[in-house]
C-alpha cells in the first residue's frame, strides 16, 4: 500500500482558476513537505510542516497556501492559477523527532497543467 | 549561486558498464541523498549517506563531507538503470537538489 498519497495524479487546469492539491501520509511522521518541479528548473522547495505549524515557506507568491487539517494531512491549494504553475508538485514527509534532520519520503507526485 | 552542482549533465551508456555520477554542494550538508527519478516521474530514494561510504546492491555512494562532494557509483548498468539521478542536501530541514543526471543504459 502506498505511504504516501497525492491526489489527483493528473490535473488540467484553466488560467485564474482555484485548485486543491491533496496529499496524506502513512508513515506516522510528524513532518511534511511541498515541493514543485516545472520542466526548467530542478525540484524545489516550496513549505515545511511541523507538528501542523509553518516552519519555512520559501514560495514568493501568496497564490500557494498549505493548508493541515491533521497531523498526516498537508493540501496545497493554489488561486488565480497562471500558466507557468504547470509543473509536478510532489509531497514529502519525515520523522523529524528532537530537531533532527531525518530522510524525507517522496509521494508520486500531481501535474498540474494550467492552459 | 546553485547549491547543488551534478556532474555529468547526461550519459549514456553500454550495459554492464559501470557509471560514476557526481555532486558538489556548496555548504556543509545535515544530510546527503541520492534519488532515482524514473522517466515516469516518480522518485525513488537511493541511499542516504552524509559521509562516508554506503553500498546497496549495485550501487555505492562515497561522500567526502569537507570537501563537498559526493559520488555515486553504478556497477554492472542495466537498461532498467535508465533515467535521472538526483542529489539533494539538507540545510534548515529542507532539501535542495541538484539538477540532475540523465542515464540511459543501452543493450
Known amino acids: 500500500d502506498p505511504k504516501i498519497i497525492q491526489k489527483p495524479k493528473y490535473l488540467v487546469a484553466v488560467t485564474g482558476s482555484e485548485k486543491i492539491l491533496i496529499c496524506e501520509q502513512y508513515?506516522?511522521?510528524?513532518?511534511m513537505y511541498w515541493y514543485r518541479q516545472s520542466a526548467k528548473k530542478p525540484l524545489e522547495f516550496m513549505f515545511s510542516?511541523?507538528?501542523?505549524?509553518?516552519?519555512d515557506n520559501q514560495t514568493a507568491s501568496s497564490r500557494f497556501q498549505p493548508q493541515s487539517s491533521k497531523k498526516n494531512h498537508l493540501d496545497l491549494q493554489i488561486t488565480a492559477l497562471k500558466p507557468d504553475d504547470s509543473a509536478t508538485y510532489f509531497c514529502?514527509?519525515?520523522?523529524?523527532?528532537?530537531?533532527?534532520?531525518?530522510?524525507?519520503?517522496f509521494g508520486p507526485g500531481t501535474r498540474l497543467l494550467v492552459l | 549561486g546553485q547549491q547543488v552542482q551534478q556532474s555529468p549533465a547526461s550519459l549514456v551508456l553500454q550495459e554492464g558498464e559501470n557509471a560514476e555520477l557526481q555532486c558538489n554542494f556548496s555548504?556543509?550538508?545535515?544530510?546527503l541523498q541520492w534519488f532515482y527519478q524514473s522517466p515516469g516521474g516518480s522518485l525513488v530514494s537511493l541511499l542516504s549517506n552524509p559521509s562516508g561510504t554506503k553500498h546497496t546492491g549495485r550501487l555505492t555512494s562515497t561522500t567526502v563531507t569537507k570537501e563537498r562532494r559526493s559520488s555515486l557509483h553504478i556497477s554492472s548498468s542495466q537498461t532498467t538503470d535508465s533515467g535521472t539521478y538526483l542529489c539533494a542536501r539538507t540545510g534548515n530541514y529542507k532539501y535542495v537538489f541538484g539538477a540532475g543526471t540523465r542515464l540511459k543504459v543501452i543493450a
Open positions: 508513515l506516522g511522521h510528524n513532518a
Open positions: 514529502a514527509s519525515s520523522q523529524e523527532e528532537g530537531g533532527r534532520e531525518d530522510t524525507q519520503y
Open positions: 555548504s556543509t550538508a545535515t544530510q
Open positions: 510542516y511541523s507538528y501542523q505549524k509553518l516552519m
